[in-house]
Every structure is written in C-alpha cells, then in structure tokens.
C-alpha cells in the first residue's frame, strides 16, 4: 500500500478509536492514537495475514502486549475485514466481543490473549521460538509500550529472545514517553531503551513512529538481520492527531466526552480532507 | 510397610515425559534451570531438541509456554510448585487460564516434603491457588503409577492441567493390574462404614497405613484417593458423606483452600456432615527431613490415626 493511502487508513483508524473509547465510555485514547501508524503500517503493509482465514497457521502473528491500546488493534482489524466495523461501538459493552483487553478467544484476527503488561512478549517469544523449533517462516510482531518496559518480565523475555537468537521476531516499543501517573522520565524511565535492547543481543532501530517510509524501512531492515531479534523503538507522540489530547497524561485511559469528541473527530476529519487533496 | 517400592513422583514425571516424547513429536519440555531437580532431564537427554531451558525466569517461562501453545504445540512447563503456582500465578491465570490454552504445568517439590530447603521452597498453597482458576484441572497423584497416568491424561486433554508431584520418594501403592486412572473419578481403595478418609497425593499411603490401625481398634475407615482436584468427584463424596456420616481429609498442603476447602464446599452444599481437615493449618515450614516433617504436623499414617481416632471420640 503506498504511503498516502496508509496515512488515509491510519487516519480511518484514529477516527474509529475515538468512537470506539466514545462509545464505550472508559478506555485508552492516548495509547492507542500513538500506536495506530504501527499497526495501521503492520497489518496493511508488512503481515502476511488473511481476515478470510484468521487462523491460518503459516500468518504472521501480532501480539498486542500493551494491550490496553487495544481500541487501535481493533480498528485496523475492522478495516482490514476481519469484522464488521458497526461492532466497533461495542467495544467494552457487555457480551461483546471487543473485551476491554483483548482475548483470542474472542475476536477474530487476535493472535494472543494480553493486557496484563509485560506478559505479552512472552507469549510473542515463544511463538517465535516455536517457529524457529520447526522451522516454520512465519514473523512475529510484538508491540510494547516504553512504560510497560518497567516490567520485569519484558526483560526476561527479551534476554530469552537474544540468547535464542529469534530473528523471526521484532519488537516494536510505542515510545510516547508518557504512562498513567505521569511522563515516563518522572515515573521509572527505560531510556536509553536502544542501548538496553543491544545489551540484550537485539537489533535496534530507532524511528519516527508516525512516518511510514521510516517504519517500512525499519521492517524491511529486520527481515535481513540474521541471528538475532529486531527492536524497532518507535519515537511517537500519545494522543497524536487530536491536537487536545497530544502528550497529554490525563488522556492515557480517559475517554472524551461528547463535545470532544466532536472537536476530535472534526480535527481528524479534516485532517483526512488534506490528504485527499495531496 | 518398609520394604515397599518408593519413587519420588518427580521422577514419574521425568519418566513419564520421555516415554510420551517417542509417541508425540509435539511435546516439548520447558524448564527454569532445575531439569536435574524436576526431573525433565531424562526427556532432555531423549529428545535434547525438544527441551527448552528458558533459565531461571519462571513468569517469562509460563508466557513462552503459552505462545507456543497458540502455534499448536504441547508445552510442558516444569519449575517447583512455588515458583509455578506461586510466582507464576497471575501469569498462569492471564496467559494460559483465560485463554484456556493447552499448557501442562508439571510442579514439582510441592508441600511440606521438600524437606530440608525449608519454608521458601515448601509451597502448601499451590491447590488453592490453582483452584480459584476458571477450567484449570488439577491432578495430585498419589505414587508412581498414578503420575505417570496422570501425566498422559493430561497430555491426552485439551486444556490447561496442574500437575502436582513431590521430592520424596513415595510407596508404590498402585502397582496392580486392575489398575485404572480416569480424570475426575476419585478412587475408594478401602470400604468402611464408621468414618471416610480422603486423601490426596502421598497422603494416601499414609491414610491407608491409619485405616489399617484403626481397624485394629474397631473402626471402620474408608479410605478414598482424590488424584483429580479439579474437577473433584461430588458424587463419590456426597455417597461416602451419606454412607458413613464424617470425612476426614487429609492432604500435604494448608488446611486452606486445598482437599479439604475442596470437600467441605461439595459436601457444605450438597451433604453437610462434620469434617475434620488434616494437613498444615495456617503456617509456613520449615527444614527438616521430609519424613520428621510429615510427622510433625500429624500427616503420618500413625499421625493420621491418632487425630482420626480422637475426633471420633473413641
């Protein structure tokens, strides 16, 4: 998919979210807004997936281990086909399949159930590893958060992954800089992560998360890279495209109420005029 | 009973697993740095590409294990009880439970029996904790044989299965041909009319030793093996309630939460009776032997005897 159409889908998917968190009433805007050019760039332009056959066992595999940006996966699994995307103002309501975090069991094209933070790369870990033991070519794609990299576990796993040598796995890290309680450099910082990742035998590629060229070469690059896992540090904005809601920490699990969410779907609708008209 | 057979049921897991692995190319062993401890060495050294140490990083362990469950393969997950249902607990209930993947989990050095590594490594709260989680089966297998059963008929199933396995070495009291392991069915090894003795894990050669004693004195104990906690036998138990009137249980885990938590909800609905819950109350061990251990907290055939005959009154 060329870039301009990308930029179009991501800017469909911010759009969705936003009524996804509107509808639902709770929610995490600020996260999944930062993420929605990863995955938009991952399930449009990298995976091998089909929403025809979600299950088919030579796909690719995402594993949404922030998963509390979930009303982003969602999204872009609505605009990729894998359901309809009436269900997205569904999201959270009781008997839904779009649960709050997401589970596999529920909804189609979800690889790995998550949303308890740092438990996600694991699983991704082990996909990959499974992969590597029978010599499938499936990738692995597994999405963190910087502040979820607090957790412990993210390290176990990615020493695991290093020592492996999982080069069919990349690590994407949502780097807004921004957690619950405050800015990642107040709470807990992760940084330098690129050095940490090298410390821990990884690939790391330092791009800006919301330019597709970037991300597309970044993936491109970690197809070649042999022998060890790729982490693609992802430099992105929390909040991004709803002008209020940028590097703002109240609206990391707020969701807006009616009149803003007006004001954001009308910033973002003009947003997707400009890009027709390039 | 001195010169009977004993193996530690960690040693049946090992086994077990390697047996397994020449019948099925998608079993794969996971461990945390104690192969030589729980065992799964001996499927190491059978199918070295087919064990996966993941060091000593138990959460990470449980999280691989799952991934590779979603891609089809059947991981066994092996670490001590504590640090699989203890540590690994809100990874084991999120990762595998809730997904209802298909993960074993082999424990092993479950309960007081850990003997001399004292405290620490002694986890007697492993069936609780495993219990609260939603289509999690639990199996305690009381020897050799029944481990080894066990072991296949959780790699038979579709789901998540806790295994619970110890270090000491235990009497083989299984070893007969009629010999039949269904999940979820508990098994009356002995009749008896005055009192019914359930017991799990190696409790059960234990309570078998105190049925014989107490026969001696005229009561009459039957004595039942619950090998599956989860799903427990309601009906075996509400018949045995109903038949002869009280329950002891007895179990090498807290008087909270495990067997005896697990009986008295059943029996508490559906046939209420006295019960009297024999195993660690409300405290954590200590190092010793594993069998003065056992002797300490009255889990002992002669122990056993003892509580079973004084709360009977006799």
Redesign the interface.
């Given at each position: 998919m060329e870039k301009l159409k990308l930029q179009k889908m991501a800017n469909e998917v911010r759009k969705d979210i936003l009524t996804e968190v509107f509808h639902a009433k709770s929610g995490h805007p600020g996260g999944s807004l930062s993420v929605a050019d990863i995955l938009t760039c991952l399930y449009f332009e990298e995976m091998n997936v089909d929403p025809e056959n979600p299950a088919k066992?030579d796909r690719d595999?995402l594993?949404l281990s922030k998963g509390h940006a979930t009303p982003a996966l969602y999204a872009v699994l609505a605009e990729k086909g894998y359901f309809p995307k009436e269900e997205l103002t569904t999201l959270r309501a009781l008997g839904s399949r779009l649960q709050g975090h997401p589970?596999?069991?529920d909804t189609p094209g979800v690889?790995?159930?998550s949303?308890?933070l740092?438990?996600?790369?694991?699983?991704?870990?082990?996909?990959?590893?499974?992969?590597k033991?029978?010599g499938?070519s499936y990738r692995v794609y597994a999405v963190l958060g910087d502040g979820e990299l607090e957790e412990?576990?993210v390290w176990?796993?990615m020493?695991?992954a290093g020592?492996k040598g999982l080069d069919n796995l990349v690590v994407v890290v949502d780097s807004n800089g921004i957690q619950l309680d405050g800015t990642v450099e107040e709470i807990n910082s992760p940084q330098p992560i690129d050095e940490k990742m090298k410390a821990f035998h990884l690939h790391p590629i330092v791009v800006d998360g919301h330019d597709f060229d970037e991300l597309h070469r970044a993936f491109e690059e970690a197809r070649t890279v042999k022998g060890c896992p790729t982490a693609v540090i992802a430099r992105t904005v929390k909040g991004k495209g709803v002008s209020f809601m940028e590097n703002q920490v109240s609206w990391h699990g707020t969701a807006p109420n009616k009149e803003q969410y007006e004001k954001a779907m009308e910033e973002l609708e003009k947003a997707g005029e400009a890009l027709c008209q390039m | 009973m001195s010169d009977v057979k004993k193996i530690a049921t960690r040693d049946s897991y090992g086994n077990a697993l390697a047996e397994l692995g020449k019948e099925h190319d998608d079993l794969?062993v996971l461990d945390a740095d104690l192969a030589a401890a729980t065992k799964t060495v001996t499927f190491k050294k059978a199918f070295p590409?087919?064990h996966?140490d993941?060091?000593i990083?138990e959460?990470?362990?449980?999280?691989?294990?799952?991934?590779?469950?979603?891609?089809?393969?059947v991981?066994f997950v092996s670490t001590f009880a504590m640090f699989l249902a203890g540590r690994s607990y809100?990874?084991v209930r999120?990762?595998i439970g809730?997904?209802?993947l298909n993960v074993k989990l082999g424990a092993t050095h479950a309960g007081i029996s850990v003997g001399p590594d004292g405290a620490t490594h002694q986890c007697n709260e492993d069936i609780a904790l495993m219990r609260t989680i939603p289509g999690m089966t639990i199996i305690n297998p009381s020897d050799d044989v029944e481990a080894r059963a066990a072991v296949k008929a959780a790699y038979e199933m579709d789901g998540p299965v806790y295994m619970r396995f110890g270090r000491l070495a235990v009497p083989v009291i299984n070893d007969n041909p009629d010999y039949h392991f269904e999940l979820g069915k508990g098994v009356t090894l002995k009749d008896g009319t005055d009192v019914t003795i359930v017991a799990t894990g190696l409790e059960v050669a234990a309570s078998l030793e105190a049925a014989e004693m107490l026969e001696k004195e005229g009561i009459s104990a039957r004595v039942i093996n619950i090998h599956t906690i989860k799903p427990i036998d309601e009906e075996l138990l509400v018949k045995a309630a109903k038949e002869t009137g009280k329950i002891v249980t007895v179990e090498e885990h807290s008087i909270i939460g495990g067997l005896g938590g697990a009986v008295c909800e059943v029996l508490a609905e559906q046939a209420p009776v006295p019960v009297k819950r024999l195993g660690i109350r409300d405290e954590f061990g200590e190092s010793g032997v594993a069998e003065e251990l056992l002797k300490k907290h009255g889990l002992d055939g002669e122990g056993i005897f003892r509580s079973v005959k004084s709360w009977l009154g006799r």
């Open positions: 066992a595999r594993v589970n596999m069991n690889d790995m159930t949303g308890s740092g438990q996600g790369i694991s699983a991704a870990v082990g996909m990959a590893l499974s992969a033991l029978t499938d412990g576990q176990e796993a020493m695991l020592n | 794969y590409d087919r996966i993941c060091g990083a959460g990470n362990m449980v999280g691989v294990a799952a991934g590779m469950a979603t891609t089809g393969k991981p809100e990874q999120n990762s809730y997904p209802h």
